[in-house]
Structures are given as C-alpha cells and as structure tokens.
C-alpha cells in the first residue's frame, strides 16, 4: 500500500480532525495555482501535515476555489474539518462560506463552527507593516536605491567597504549596513566636513553625482 493509499485509510477510520491551510497565486507564467496542507494528529500523538494538493485552477475566484477544495477533500475521504487558514482576500471569504456550507451538510463541522475560518496571521501582520511604512516610503526607497547603487559595480562596493569601515559599522548584510550607516549619520551627527571630506576622496559621492548627471 502507498503513501497516499495510507494517508487516506488513515483519514477515514482513525483521524478525528483535520486543520487545513490554503493558498492561491499567480506565477510568472500568468498559471494560477492553489496549494492545499492537513495538518493533523497521528496515532501516536505526533502532529503531522501533508500538502494533499498542489494544482492549477483557471482563476482565484471564491467560487472556484471552494469547489476545488471539496473536490479534493472528497478525493482524500476527508469530513471532519476543524478549521480553514486563509489570507484576507475577498474571494476567501466566499471560498470559506462555500466550504463551511458543505461541511456542514456532512456533519464535519466542528461544534457551531464559528471558529472554522482563521485569518493567516502572517498576513495580517504584513499588512499592518506595509500600512505602517506608508510615511517612510521615500526614506525605504532611497536607501534600496542606494543599495542598488553599490551593489551596481565591484568599485562601488569596494569604496562604500572604506566608508563603512570609517563609520565603524560590523553589520554583514549590505541592506543593513546602508540603514545603519543612515542611522549613523543622523544620530551620531559625525562631524560632516570629515566626513564628506572622506566620501570625496573614496569617490562614493562623485561617483553618485555623476551617475545621476549620466541619466538625465
């Protein structure tokens, strides 16, 4: 008998719930994709998860979604769903009642299931930062351009070493390093003249001005 042949015997007679995860996208390749996880509890009180889909849908559409996942629900023999983890996009929330409907029509809900559908966390959170980084858009975009710029060419990289060396800063990532070097200069206000002084003999500065000058 096979993985899968097991997995499902296992998911008819002996497991009592199941928690599943769920999540859509787009590749570069414009297919969508749906990824479905169980994640449940083995007969030695292990906690185990399976992905048990991994599979192109025509659109992201609640409608779609919610279909696909009884489909494969049915093809694993799977009925009682504890919960369902999604993002907040919209169209989960008509996937999550399309489900909620059907399971419940089997008598897989657990209790009144209000607590079948749970919002990714995760997610949640990215939104709050993003939201949260809205008022320093233009500092996040010009330290990523400064990295870009370092990063451009091996001489560039070379002479911001010196500069960073100068300021006395140890972090190793170069994202960190431009965002502590920033800090720096504002909080420790090191003496500018020295220090802009030093970026004009390291040839950081010129060459940034100079690019700029080229891209006009």
């Not at 994640?39 to 399976?50: C, G, I, L, T």
């Not at 657990?110 to 990215?126: S, T, V």
């Not at 206000?189 to 003999?201: E, K, P, T, V």
Request: glycine residues 6%; contains cysteine; hydrophobic residues 35%.
């Amino acid at each position: 008998m096979d993985e899968k042949q097991k997995l499902k015997a296992f998911f008819k007679s002996d497991c009592n719930r199941v928690a599943l995860t769920t999540d859509c996208w787009t590749s570069i390749q414009n297919q969508n994709y749906l990824t479905l996880t169980a994640h449940f509890v083995d007969n030695e009180w292990n906690y185990q998860k399976r992905i048990i889909s991994f599979t192109v849908i025509p659109n992201h559409k609640g409608d779609t979604v919610g279909r696909k996942i009884e489909e494969v629900l049915r093809d694993w023999g799977i009925r009682n769903v504890s919960t369902i983890t999604v993002d907040n996009a919209t169209s989960n929330d008509v996937a999550v009642a399309y489900l909620h409907r059907k399971i419940s029509t089997m008598n897989g809900m657990m209790g009144d299931g209000k607590c079948f559908h749970m919002r990714c966390a995760a997610h949640i959170l990215n939104l709050v930062v993003n939201e949260g980084l809205k008022d320093k858009h233009l500092s996040i975009t010009s330290v990523r351009d400064d990295v870009r710029f370092v990063k451009s060419s091996p001489h560039r990289a070379a002479k911001f070493k010196e500069c960073i060396e100068f300021a006395g800063i140890t972090c190793k990532k170069l994202g960190s390093v431009t965002y502590v070097f920033v800090l720096k200069l504002e909080v420790l206000d090191l003496g500018r003249n020295q220090f802009q002084g030093h970026i004009s003999q390291v040839g950081v500065v010129s060459d940034y001005n100079l690019s700029k000058a080229e891209n006009k």
